[in-house]
């Protein structure tokens, strides 16, 4: 988790940025947590589909490594927005020590969900390249490599949440209230 800065307040002026593994939702609570808090959502795959095309068709014509400059970038035009958004960020963003960086000047919530929702939650996992044949397996591997990464990267850490869409948007509210900033585990 990170360290409390001195003179740091909840509610401010950033940007709320949701990061954690594929299937935890960052796309469809960012989506309502910004109609919540009357704030603009901006999702860096939906961004990048809009400027690139599909994920899995760009990962097998140009690789993961030519995916990852341009989400980078993506992400780093998204943080830079002149209102606070809600900014749900693909799972692999927090891979870029770049963005890492520039996550330190968010307020940065961590989703996280169990093997089994996200077991559910993927499906065939065609939309998401990086699981390749076996989603599931590959998901446990890949959320094993990257878990504290994103814990390092968080403010908040919401628990997994098998909840309604409004009561899951009820309990990140609360852990905004509550939370005092740098104080994670809600
Ligand atoms: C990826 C996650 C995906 C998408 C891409 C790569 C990853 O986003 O950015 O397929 O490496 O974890 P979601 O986390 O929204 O599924």
Redesign the pocket.
């Known amino acids: 988790m990170r360290q409390p800065a001195a003179a740091e307040q909840r509610g401010d002026g950033r940007n709320i940025v949701l990061i954690?593994?594929?299937?935890?939702g960052?796309?469809t609570v960012g989506a309502a947590l910004a109609r919540r808090l009357h704030r603009p959502h901006v999702d860096?795959?939906h961004f990048?589909v809009a400027r690139h095309g599909s994920?899995?068709e760009y990962?097998s014509l140009h690789g993961e490594d030519a995916?990852r400059a341009e989400?980078r970038s993506i992400v780093a035009e998204l943080l830079d927005s002149p209102r606070p958004s809600v900014i749900?960020?693909?799972?692999?963003?927090v891979?870029s020590a770049d963005t890492r960086g520039l996550l330190r000047d968010q307020l940065v919530i961590m989703l996280d969900l169990t093997e089994d929702q996200a077991a559910l939650r993927l499906g065939d996992g065609s939309?998401?390249?990086?699981l390749g044949a076996h989603p599931v397996q590959a998901w446990k591997r890949?959320y094993a490599e990257?878990e504290q990464i994103y814990r390092d990267c968080a403010d908040i850490v919401m628990s997994p949440d098998d909840a309604h869409i409004d009561v899951r948007v009820d309990h990140i509210v609360r852990a905004l209230n509550t939370t005092s900033r740098r104080d994670p585990s809600v």
């Open positions: 954690g593994p594929m299937g935890s960052k796309s860096s795959d990048f994920i899995p990962f995916f989400e749900s960020l693909g799972g692999g963003a891979l939309s998401r390249p990086i890949i990257r």
